[in-house]
């Protein structure tokens, strides 16, 4: 058994690295994180540079870890262009491949997924956006919140109540996915500015009022979108896992940059060799359990628990290597790099899921097999 | 425990910071603390808050400063830590070791700021020397480094000074907290005087001032705690996930729970810290539980305490710039360990 990835995946994680070294420059990196602007150009580049292949995700994977370790704001911005297509990739007709996924995956586009409103992140099922049968189609009508590319995307992957829930305890049945372009009239989107961290990240709030979706805009089997964003879900998160991997690498890259550049009497202090021992251990893990759930994704045999096991502990890294960084570097650590890192750090524990969420969905399959054991 | 005088005293702070703080916070980050607000402040007598009244100080006696910090705190960091700079940092000093009145009169009046640029936080030296009467140097870490009054920690042979001076530059930057207080870097290239020099054994001194006013710093840690751990409380009270208000999840109440009362020890410990080991601790314990509190809040708000339209973040940038400015672990708890433990504590 082996616990290496293969030549290929390691090729391309060595490029992604040399790429983001290079092209995501301290300039840019602040250009961007101050002025909150979309790094489209960069998108371009990512592009170009072939790193963008959900035919083969470990490649995204690598790139996504490599990219978030320069900087986690361009990096997650270039790749999650793309955001979304493995719904069309599993649940899409032929034409609507076509049309939107692509023209995607060929950089002409840009796609979002439209899932959370103001009044329901967590909730899903919760969502009162609304999609409404007329003849020939549907009309939409809601609000959505904090929709990552929602002011650069062609196009959303959007979650609405096509149905009321047939009781309480199915509030997710009668949720319908549609693909919405955003030029379309009645969409409006905002861009939310004054974020943490993320800054190169576009952010959106979003309204719909009566929105025409044709009919062959829905993904899908109508009324079982729920089942379609989760399993999306369970696709995404293995990203943002490898996203905080690359972010507690990147700030573990900086701690090291600074004792290398100190005497070595301060590295020689055993208080600092075991921080550094505990944040390279903590990092390794998680690494790992994100690749097994990563493995276990990209060979169609999920394994939701682990997934949400490997996102949730990832984040958690993320953040305490952080703040153990700031423990060793001190008052040093302003303007630097770390505290960019430690601002887009904390986003991991909230989207795609919250850390929370994360818990109950690996609490409910551990009580799950508890009951079947029974 | 506070006494009537000291409650007081809180409570018509924290009446000026409803009708002055409260509703500003969001500019005073975006616009720095503006020349107005100064004004008021220092009508408030709190630039030379501790000063003796014969010297025309408010008299205010330590506890009580530090319950005022927390207050102000608890409405804006950047107000808290700003006063603590002029009072604690500048006028405590210069009241301590010069005969500069009219600076300190100026200080305390509003009309003046001042800051103090030392490296007794950092792991090493910075490189800021006096030669002669050569002043010169550069520290990247300067809390308003545009203040008309530097007071500048520089070394010379084995000692180091403390020198009352302008810079000959600065340069501001975005720091991570504290954002109505301007940061960056001072440079000093420079002829002094000799009655520039205040000290000539600045380490000695300003190792014991931080020392003796770290229950100061563990008051601002404290008033953004309980700031952050308010306001998330009251949004687990409006906020509805699957049906049911967000306090109604027990994970969510537990920590807000726990951070509740462990906030609540601390400022018992607070009124109570009066020796160095004491006020140490509180230091360290408070500026743990602002960075806790200030992330469990951010988690609570979810995607909304992304944002900084909601005030949450702030707390999580606040709480570790506070942690960069006025603490070392490291140092601290070498200190701590020698004291408690063994001269030969914390060697290897
Ligand atoms: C920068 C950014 C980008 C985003 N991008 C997208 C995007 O592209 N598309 C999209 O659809 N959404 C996006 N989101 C939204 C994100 O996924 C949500 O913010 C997240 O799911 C949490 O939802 P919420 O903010 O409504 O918090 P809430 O659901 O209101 O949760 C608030 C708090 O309560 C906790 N909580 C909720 N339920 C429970 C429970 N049962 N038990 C214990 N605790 C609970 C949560 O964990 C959280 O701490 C983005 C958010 C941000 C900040």
């Known amino acids: 058994m082996s616990f290496e990835l293969p030549n290929e995946i390691e090729e391309t994680r060595k490029r992604a690295r040399e790429f983001a070294l290079k092209e995501f420059t301290s300039e840019l990196i602040d250009h961007y994180d101050e002025t909150e602007e979309y790094p489209n150009e960069i998108r371009k580049k990512v592009f170009d540079a072939g790193f963008i292949t959900i035919e083969n995700p470990w490649n995204m994977l690598v790139a996504m870890e490599e990219f978030c370790r320069v900087d986690p704001g361009i990096g997650l911005s270039a790749l999650a262009s793309v955001f979304g297509s493995e719904i069309l990739l599993l649940y899409g007709t032929e034409e609507q491949k076509e049309k939107y996924l692509y023209p995607t995956l060929k950089g002409e586009k840009i796609s979002a997924v439209a899932v959370t409103e103001p009044g329901a992140g967590s909730d899903v099922a919760g969502i009162t956006s609304k999609l409404e049968k007329i003849e020939g189609g549907w009309i939409l009508n809601g609000h959505k919140m904090f929709i990552t590319n929602g002011t650069v995307a062609d196009h959303y992957y959007l979650l609405a109540r096509s149905a009321p829930p047939p009781s309480k305890e199915k509030r997710h ?202 | 425990m506070a006494s009537e005088e000291q409650k007081l005293l809180v409570s018509m702070i924290e009446q000026f910071a409803k009708t002055e703080l409260e509703n500003a916070t969001q500019k005073i980050e975006k616009e720095r603390i503006s020349k107005d607000l100064r004004k008021k402040l220092a009508e408030l007598g709190l630039f030379s808050a501790t000063l003796p009244q014969s010297e025309g100080g408010s008299g205010i006696d330590k506890k009580s400063f530090s319950l005022i910090l927390m207050t102000l705190a608890k409405y804006s960091a950047s107000v808290a830590y700003f006063t603590y700079l002029q009072n604690t940092l500048v006028n405590e000093l210069l009241y301590k070791l010069s005969n500069k009145k009219e600076v300190i009169a100026k200080i305390g009046s509003g009309e003046l700021t001042g800051t103090l640029v030392h490296d007794l936080n950092l792991n090493f030296q910075h490189e800021i020397f006096i030669k002669g009467l050569e002043l010169y140097g550069t520290s990247n870490f300067v809390t308003l480094p545009d203040a008309d009054v530097h007071l500048v920690m520089a070394r010379s042979e084995g000692s180091s000074y403390l020198v009352i001076t302008k810079p000959t530059s600065t340069a501001l930057r975005k720091p991570l907290g504290f954002r109505g207080i301007s940061f960056g870097t001072s440079i000093y290239k420079e002829k002094i005087e000799n009655e520039q020099i205040i000290s000539k054994e600045a380490e000695n001194i300003l190792q014991n001032h931080f020392l003796e006013t770290g229950d100061q710093i563990a008051a601002i840690a404290l008033g953004i705690s309980e700031a952050a751990i308010e306001k998330a409380i009251e949004y687990s009270k409006e906020r509805k996930a699957f049906e049911s208000y967000l306090y109604e999840f027990q994970p969510i109440s537990a920590v807000l729970s726990d951070m509740k009362g462990r906030i609540e020890d601390m400022k018992k410990a607070l009124t109570l810290a009066e020796s160095i080991q004491d006020k140490m601790f509180l230091k360290l314990n408070s500026l743990e539980i602002a960075r806790l509190a200030s992330r469990v809040a951010l988690q609570i708000y979810g995607g909304y305490g992304y944002l900084e339209d909601l005030g949450v973040e702030r707390y999580y940038r606040d709480s570790m710039h506070l942690t960069m400015l006025a603490s070392n672990y490291i140092k601290e708890i070498k200190i701590l360990s020698k004291e408690i433990i063994s001269p030969e504590a914390f060697k290897i």
């Not at chain 1, 379309?184 to 004054?194: C, Q, S």
């Not at chain 1, 390794?284 to 997934?307: G, H």
């Not at chain 1, 958690?316 to 887009?344: C, H, W």
């Open chain 1, 173 to 374: 049945h009668g949720l319908t996915l549609a693909i919405v372009e955003r030029k379309w009239k009645g969409v409006n989107p905002v861009k939310l500015k004054g974020k943490l961290g993320m800054r190169a990240t576009d952010t959106a709030e979003i309204t719909f009022e009566n929105v025409n979706v044709p009919n062959e805009n829905i993904v899908g089997e109508e009324g079982k979108g729920f089942y379609i964003i989760m399993t999306f879900f369970n696709i995404s998160r293995v990203y943002v896992a490898a996203q905080s991997v690359g972010t507690a690498q990147g700030i573990l890259d900086l701690v090291f940059e600074y004792l290398s550049n100190k005497p070595a009497s301060f590295r020689e202090m055993e208080y600092v060799q075991f921080a550094l021992a505990e944040m390279n251990t903590l990092v390794e893990v998680a690494r790992n359990i994100t690749y097994k759930a990563a493995a276990k994704v990209f060979s169609f045999n999920p394994d939701p628990a682990l997934t949400s096991m490997a996102k949730y502990y990832a984040a958690e890294v993320a953040n305490q290597v952080a703040n153990m960084a700031f423990k060793i570097v001190g008052m040093e650590a302003s303007g630097t790099k770390l505290e960019k890192l430690y601002r887009d750090a904390k986003i991991t524990e909230i989207w795609e899921g919250t850390s929370e969420i994360e818990k109950l969905v690996i609490a409910r399959m551990i009580l799950k097999k508890i009951q079947e054991a029974k």
